[in-house]
């Protein structure tokens, strides 16, 4: 019986599954499809922005020098073609430009090898992870789809084509119309799509009439990353994606036409998906035995690439804990912070999304309201804040604490040697890190039993505390203040860690 099987092989999935086999739990990942290869995975179609939560987690873990494909490609949505300022991303296709974000207003994050925001492939991502998972141990069988699932109290049974799984916990990381949510029980609430979406490799007679990057017309939106691919939203309330109709030449140069204005003309479709803005989440993130991560627990339009962010962000999150629970090293309640934490971080998106939707509808209010936007985008404050939220500067889980930094992402403190925090990161455990040399500390992380690393270390960048707990997924669990008594860093140990040796207290009236 395993520990845990994982249902898809994406890089949610595949993420989470290296998360738990470096906390030594066995993993086994079943994926419907045969082969991880496919030309939506490869650029154009394939092109994702990774946001500072994702860039930060394949850094402390030692992954991030594995991608190469940025170094090499620019953004697919690099406005009318025409040189300009550089272009740092987009809200609702409305370009946010770099020398308008004030980056020294993010204080709590500081400058290292891993930057705030920068594109990757689907494919060399899933490549990279899966190469790490093996390396761990993790199985991965591919051609196998999850048909049906039942839970007892001790652990889960999954059948798969005439087969069936044992194991003691199982995440569904297999995406949008996921049957582990189904077949487990989970209600997906939200909201209707307002269009149908095309991603489209086509061949057309006179290219020239279509203009390069993003295009928003009175009947829709345009989008072309290079000539041949070209990206399509047409206002239908998702009616022809819920048709089912086969997807044609004939139909794309209809849409096309329609949307772009002009009598342009398709001579060739070699390949054509389409999708929605549907907004869903599940209520809850766990159901017994069952988790959900990635587009399994919620859905949303693709603009900006928030899905896979969002994905990765519930992957480092739960690793971590259900590795804990499994290993019996989980205080009460440790597993069930997934879904207090995680999903009003999805909520948050799904919002977001739903935004970007509202103004690039088609009609007055929407054309008004996106002129407002505009302009705010075209101001420093407003450029560095919605840059700031798409690419996950301001996240903060609420921990509870007077310390701004409690709940958010350790900054990459640079030690006197030259080293940096993020790696000694790389063995997932966490840290408690004493800028002061408290032998205390040390005697109190000795007694999680290796779960807690200590640090003695004092930083170029030193912020007002002297020490900080960071736990296995980068963010900050407790930070010591002014007013921080010494059962203060006790407490938070304790709340997510157990002992394993009788508690000694830290030494001192007033931390440290």
């Not at 290292?112 to 060399?124: K, N, R, Y």
């Not at 051609?143 to 995440?171: K, M, N, P, Y």
């Not at 302009?375 to 996950?392: E, F, K, P, Q, S």
């Not at 640090?455 to 900050?476: Q, V």
């Given at each position: 019986m395993h520990d845990v099987i994982i249902s898809g092989a994406g890089p949610v999935g595949l993420l989470l599954a290296c998360e738990l086999a470096l906390a030594q739990c066995s993993v086994l990942i079943l994926e419907k499809n045969e082969s991880p290869h496919s030309p939506l995975k490869r650029l154009p179609f394939g092109i994702r922005g990774l946001s500072a939560p994702s860039i930060d987690a394949l850094y402390r873990r030692g992954l991030l020098n594995g991608l190469e494909i940025h170094k090499r490609i620019k953004?697919?949505?690099?406005?009318?073609?025409?040189?300009?300022?550089?272009?740092?991303?987009?809200?609702a296709g409305i370009t946010i430009y770099e020398e308008n974000i004030d980056t020294s207003r993010w204080t709590l994050r500081l400058p290292g090898p891993a930057g705030t925001h920068l594109l990757s492939e689907m494919e060399e991502l899933e490549t990279i992870l899966a190469r790490r998972a093996a390396s761990l141990g993790v199985e991965i069988r591919r051609g196998l789809a999850i048909t049906g699932l039942e839970q007892s109290r001790d652990s889960v049974t999954v059948h798969s084509?005439?087969?069936?799984?044992?194991?003691?916990?199982?995440?569904?990381?297999?995406?949008?119309?996921?049957?582990?949510?189904?077949?487990?029980?989970?209600?997906?609430?939200?909201?209707?799509?307002?269009?149908?979406?095309?991603?489209?490799?086509?061949?057309?007679?006179?290219?020239?009439?279509?203009?390069?990057?993003?295009?928003?017309?009175?009947?829709?939106?345009?989008?072309?990353?290079?000539?041949?691919?070209?990206?399509?939203?047409?206002?239908?309330?998702?009616?022809?994606?819920?048709?089912?109709?086969?997807?044609?030449?004939?139909?794309?140069?209809?849409?096309l036409r329609r949307i772009s204005g002009t009598d342009v003309t398709v001579t060739a479709l070699h390949l054509a998906v389409t999708w929605t803005d549907r907004a869903r989440q599940a209520t809850t993130y766990r159901n017994g035995r069952v988790l959900l991560a990635g587009d399994a627990a919620h859905i949303h339009s693709p603009l900006g690439g928030q899905g896979l962010n969002l994905g990765l962000g519930d992957a480092m999150n739960l690793g971590w804990k259900l590795a804990a629970t499994i290993r019996g090293k989980a205080p009460a309640g440790l597993l069930d912070s997934y879904t207090i934490e995680r999903h009003p971080v999805g909520a948050q998106v799904l919002?977001?999304?739903?935004?970007?939707?509202?103004?690039?509808?088609?009609?007055?209010?929407?054309?008004?309201?996106?002129?407002?936007?505009?302009?705010?985008?075209?101001?420093?404050?407003?450029?560095?804040?919605?840059?700031?939220?798409?690419?996950?500067i301001s996240n903060r889980y609420e921990l509870g604490g007077s310390h701004p930094l409690t709940g958010r992402s350790v900054p990459d403190f640079e030690f006197q040697d030259g080293k940096r925090i993020g790696e000694f990161m790389h063995d997932g455990r966490a840290i408690l890190l004493d800028f002061d040399g408290n032998t205390s500390l040390r005697t109190l992380a000795d007694e999680y039993d290796g779960?807690?690393?200590?640090?003695?270390?004092?930083?170029?960048?030193?912020?007002?505390?002297?020490?900080?707990?960071?736990?296995p997924d980068g963010i900050i669990a407790w930070a010591a203040g002014d007013d921080a008594g010494r059962d203060d860093i006790e407490k938070a140990a304790d709340r997510w860690f157990v002992r394993s040796l009788p508690a000694r207290k830290v030494a001192g009236g007033r931390f440290p």
């Amino acid at each position: 019986m395993h520990d845990v099987i994982i249902s898809g092989a994406g890089p949610v999935g595949l993420l989470l599954a290296c998360e738990l086999a470096l906390a030594q739990c066995s993993v086994l990942i079943l994926e419907k499809n045969e082969s991880p290869h496919s030309p939506l995975k490869r650029l154009p179609f394939g092109i994702r922005g990774l946001s500072a939560p994702s860039i930060d987690a394949l850094y402390r873990r030692g992954l991030l020098n594995g991608l190469e494909i940025h170094k090499r490609i620019k953004s697919p949505h690099a406005g009318n073609g025409k040189p300009g300022p550089a272009q740092a991303g987009h809200f609702a296709g409305i370009t946010i430009y770099e020398e308008n974000i004030d980056t020294s207003r993010w204080t709590l994050r500081l400058p290292g090898p891993a930057g705030t925001h920068l594109l990757s492939e689907m494919e060399e991502l899933e490549t990279i992870l899966a190469r790490r998972a093996a390396s761990l141990g993790v199985e991965i069988r591919r051609g196998l789809a999850i048909t049906g699932l039942e839970q007892s109290r001790d652990s889960v049974t999954v059948h798969s084509d005439g087969q069936s799984f044992a194991c003691r916990w199982l995440v569904g990381c297999d995406g949008a119309r996921s049957v582990v949510r189904k077949a487990g029980g989970f209600e997906f609430e939200g909201t209707e799509p307002t269009f149908t979406g095309y991603s489209t490799r086509i061949e057309v007679a006179d290219p020239e009439k279509l203009r390069p990057g993003r295009n928003i017309t009175p009947a829709g939106m345009y989008l072309q990353s290079q000539p041949g691919y070209i990206i399509m939203q047409d206002f239908d309330n998702g009616a022809f994606h819920h048709s089912k109709a086969p997807v044609t030449a004939a139909h794309i140069q209809e849409v096309l036409r329609r949307i772009s204005g002009t009598d342009v003309t398709v001579t060739a479709l070699h390949l054509a998906v389409t999708w929605t803005d549907r907004a869903r989440q599940a209520t809850t993130y766990r159901n017994g035995r069952v988790l959900l991560a990635g587009d399994a627990a919620h859905i949303h339009s693709p603009l900006g690439g928030q899905g896979l962010n969002l994905g990765l962000g519930d992957a480092m999150n739960l690793g971590w804990k259900l590795a804990a629970t499994i290993r019996g090293k989980a205080p009460a309640g440790l597993l069930d912070s997934y879904t207090i934490e995680r999903h009003p971080v999805g909520a948050q998106v799904l919002d977001w999304s739903r935004a970007q939707v509202a103004i690039m509808t088609p009609d007055p209010h929407a054309r008004a309201l996106r002129t407002v936007v505009s302009d705010l985008l075209d101001t420093t404050d407003g450029a560095t804040y919605v840059a700031g939220r798409l690419w996950g500067i301001s996240n903060r889980y609420e921990l509870g604490g007077s310390h701004p930094l409690t709940g958010r992402s350790v900054p990459d403190f640079e030690f006197q040697d030259g080293k940096r925090i993020g790696e000694f990161m790389h063995d997932g455990r966490a840290i408690l890190l004493d800028f002061d040399g408290n032998t205390s500390l040390r005697t109190l992380a000795d007694e999680y039993d290796g779960q807690i690393g200590y640090i003695s270390a004092n930083a170029k960048d030193r912020p007002a505390t002297d020490a900080l707990l960071i736990r296995p997924d980068g963010i900050i669990a407790w930070a010591a203040g002014d007013d921080a008594g010494r059962d203060d860093i006790e407490k938070a140990a304790d709340r997510w860690f157990v002992r394993s040796l009788p508690a000694r207290k830290v030494a001192g009236g007033r931390f440290p």
